[in-house]
Structure formats: C-alpha cells, structure tokens
C-alpha cells in the first residue's frame, strides 16, 4: 500500500475517537511492557530481594530496610572511646567522659535512630539514666534513646560490652501502588505482568492465525474430504468452551507460559480457519484466480499471493480481536491458578493474590491489575472493531 492510501486509511481511522484513544492506550501498554525493566522500581520475580516485612504495604508507603544491631566492647577510661561493628548504616558505639564518674554513650553516626541500647557488664555501683535494669543479671536497657546514654558511678576504668540496635530505616523506595502479600511492588509487579499478558496475547494470536489461515486455505482450495476433515474439527473444537479446553490442556501439561500459549492455540486457530475459508471460497470463483490458473501458476503461489492477500482484511481484524480474547482467557487461567506460577504472575495471578485481601480493605492488590486489564482489553477491542467498520464495505461512505 502507497503513502497517499495508508494517509486515507489512517484518516478515516482516526475519524472516531474512541479508536484514537484505543490506539494510543495500546501503545502505551506496549511500551510499558518492552520496557518494563527500565520502568520498574524493582524486579518483582526475583524471590532473593522480597522481604516480608514489605508485605501488604498500603498506597505511597516507604520501603523501610532491615534494623542492625552493633555488638561491640569498650574500653571505659579518662578519655573518649570507640567501638565499631559490621554494619553499614549503624557503624558502631562511642563513649566520651561527661564529668565525674559519668560516661555517655552514643550511636556512630549520632545522626542514626536507636531502638534500643543495652550495657552489659557495668561495675558495681554503676547505673545507666532512664534505663531498665534486668531482674537477674546485670543488664541496662534503654528503650528508643532520644539522645546520648548516660553512665553514672564508675569509680575507674571499665570493660563493657553494648548491643545497639537501631530502627528501620527508609530506603528511598516508595510503594506508589503498595505491596501484595509477599512483599512485592505491585507497580513493578503490574509492569512485569503487562509484559506478560502482552507477550501471550500476541505470540498465541499470531501462532493461531499462521496455523488456522493455512489450515483454511487448504480446506477452501482442496475441498472435498480434506475440507471435511477440517471443517469438523473446527465444529469439534467450537463445541467446546474456551475456558474448559484450556483447564482440560493445562491439567494435562501443568503450568508456565509455554502450555498457556499451547492451550489457547488449540482454542483460538479454528476461529482463523472459518473466515479464511469463508472467504477464500468467494474469491476462487472470481476471475483473477482463473486467469492465474489458465497461466498454470502453482498451488502455493495463487493461495499465497492472490488469494492470501485479498483475505488479509479480515484476518487482521479477528487478529486483532483475538489478542484481546487470549489475554481475557490468560488471565481467567492464571486467576483459577492453573496458568502461570507464583514467581512470575500475570496480572490474572495479581488478581487472584488480592482477592483473599479484598475485604480486608487491602484493595490496592485486584483493584489496579484488575483496572489495567479492563482497560487492555477494552482498548484492543475497540481498535478491533474500528478496523472490521473500516473493512465492511456496507460501511463505505
């Protein structure tokens, strides 16, 4: 098709605008499942960086990383000292001599929030300011310190040992859409399950056209008991519900995206096989097809370059349609809990994760995935719709 055709039929695409607005949500889910990678806060399948402790995190929430604890023994003298352990945000203890027979004690960096302080091994007639001392042993413990711990009574030098433990601190990711139940975000977690309802959608829709076009081709152009045989097994095929082919087939080869592709091929490619058909036996009576034949042209090439393309419209009208239905028949597989595993849901498993949360006002976990998915296919069916107007030529201005 020349430049001046593809402007026409653009124009008279873009004449609606809800096919406009279809087109463009479209892309943007493209977009958002190409580069989902890039966009994602962080990689929701990958198990070794999800915590707990993230789980079920309401909208805008901050991530908060793991406490440390310092384990350290200092030296308590005339002169200030310094204990330093492993960790990276609570690097250590100090103490400097505040008076008489009083030390303080304090988080290195001070800047760092303590949950707790505890002092062990403190000479007799020692005591520790605001402090809780243990019933048996000789234990102080400051709860949530505001400032510096002050040790009091020492009548000389001392070894003591502190456990410092400070409070969880943010590590600069915000939960724009929260968190489900195993701590995953769920804005990465929607841009991965975009990726991968996108990727079923259309590697099944195409799979199945490739299959069923040819399929239909060879039943219009052979007839006889070869379109018999085909024909039957699309009446087979469609006597089926979808749903049910598909739990039939992934009972039998268990879960992952290669059997979900699999089980919706075997339920979308009769659909291309009828109208192929349908519309190939129109066009083998025109007169291009004979004239095709008289130059003893091959099987192949009159079914591939002159039939095959007069029935391309309507292919990529139910191609289109079809992208749609294998995303809906994805999701219903994955919500039932047979389609894709745990460790790298669709947004049909999204949906299902939350569902058990729904009325415990955990909404964040079904209501987003399940928006984006209504969306989706809202979109795909309506670009779907405008290109069958466009090819229905009872339509035609």
């Given at each position: 098709m020349r430049m001046p055709a593809l402007r026409a039929a653009f124009g008279r695409f873009a004449e609606s605008p809800a096919a406009m607005i279809s087109l463009?949500?479209?892309?943007?889910?493209?977009?958002?499942?190409?580069?989902?990678?890039?966009?994602a806060p962080t990689d929701?399948?990958?198990?070794?960086?999800?915590?707990?402790a993230d789980a079920l995190k309401p909208v805008g929430s901050r991530q908060l990383g793991p406490a440390e604890e310092a384990r350290v023994?200092?030296?308590?003298?005339?002169?200030?000292?310094?204990?330093?352990?492993?960790?990276?945000?609570?690097?250590?203890?100090?103490?400097?001599?505040?008076?008489?027979g009083c030390v303080e004690l304090a988080a290195v960096p001070p800047d760092v929030a303590l949950a707790s302080l505890q002092i062990r091994n403190l000479p007799r007639g020692a005591g520790v300011d605001q402090a809780r001392k243990h019933p048996v042993q000789p234990w102080w413990t400051v709860t949530a310190?505001?400032?510096?711990?002050?040790?009091?009574?020492?009548?000389?030098?001392?070894?003591?040992?502190?456990?410092?433990?400070?409070?969880?601190?943010?590590?600069?990711?915000?939960?724009?859409?929260?968190?489900?139940?195993?701590g995953r975000d769920m804005l990465s977690a929607i841009l991965y399950g975009i990726r991968i309802s996108l990727?079923?959608?259309?590697?099944?829709?195409?799979?199945?056209?490739?299959?069923?076009?040819?399929?239909?081709?060879?039943?219009a152009w052979r007839g006889?008991?070869?379109?018999?045989?085909?024909?039957?097994?699309?009446?087979?095929?469609?006597?089926?519900?979808a749903l049910l082919v598909g739990l039939v087939v992934l009972a039998l080869l268990g879960s992952g995206v290669d059997k979900v592709i699999v089980a919706i091929v075997l339920v979308q490619w009769c659909y291309y096989a009828r109208t192929t058909r349908s519309v190939a036996l129109g066009e083998l009576g025109k007169e291009y097809v004979e004239a095709a034949r008289v130059q003893r042209l091959s099987q192949g090439r009159i079914l591939l370059r002159h039939i095959l393309p007069n029935c391309l419209?309507?292919?990529?009208?139910?191609?289109?349609?079809?992208?749609?239905?294998?995303?809906?028949?994805?999701?219903?597989?994955?919500?039932?809990?047979i389609g894709l595993p745990l460790t790298k849901p669709s947004l049909g498993m999204l949906i299902a994760n939350g569902y058990e949360y729904i009325?415990?006002?955990?909404?964040?976990?079904?209501?987003?995935?399940?928006?984006i998915l209504l969306v989706m296919i809202v979109a795909l069916n309506l670009l779907g719709d405008r290109l069958r107007d466009l090819n229905n030529p009872r339509l035609d201005r």
């Open positions: 463009a949500i479209t892309l943007v889910m493209l977009f958002a499942a190409i580069f989902a990678p890039l966009l929701p399948y990958d198990l070794t960086r999800l915590q707990l023994s200092i030296h308590v003298g005339a002169g200030p000292a310094e204990a330093t352990g492993p960790g990276t945000v609570l690097r250590g203890v100090s103490a400097v001599p505040c008076g008489e310190p505001a400032g510096p711990v002050r040790i009091t009574g020492l009548t000389g030098a001392a070894d003591i040992q502190v456990i410092a433990k400070s409070l969880p601190q943010e590590t600069g990711l915000t939960f724009y859409l929260g968190t489900d139940g195993f990727t079923v959608g259309l590697v099944t829709a195409a799979t199945a056209m490739v299959l069923g076009t040819g399929l239909g081709l060879v039943a006889g008991v070869a379109d018999a045989l085909i024909m039957r097994a699309v009446d087979f095929m469609l006597g089926f519900p419209p309507q292919i990529i009208v139910l191609f289109t349609l079809n992208i749609a239905a294998a995303i809906a028949l994805e999701s219903s597989l994955s919500f039932l809990g009325f415990s006002h955990k909404y964040w976990i079904s209501i987003y995935p399940g928006l």
